[in-house]
């Protein structure tokens, strides 16, 4: 079993995306987009129950959850999750180009 990255040093995006093509690509591709996304939504639902108890590690791991079932549809998919979070999200908010956000929150709240 690999030892994790240092805490210290962070977690790409980039790196997080191999760690996880590494760990679980396989069973990932085999089991294809539309059932990752059915685990995707899953946990989302798991993440939601988290929010409403008072339990900081499990809100944290099923964000990690989430996100991991996320990087597993873009493995599946082949999207380079850094560079389409780069374009979009990279510079200011996609919808004003302003950093902070100033679109009209009753827009978009
Ligand atoms: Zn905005």
Redesign the pocket.
Known sequence: MNEPPPAELGLTIEELQRIIAETYGAKDAARGDVATFTWFIEEVGELATALREDDHEALAAEMADVLAWLVSLANIRGVELAAAVRRKYGHS??????VP???DPTLKP
């Open positions: 908010c996609p919808g004003c180009q302003s956000c100033q679109c």
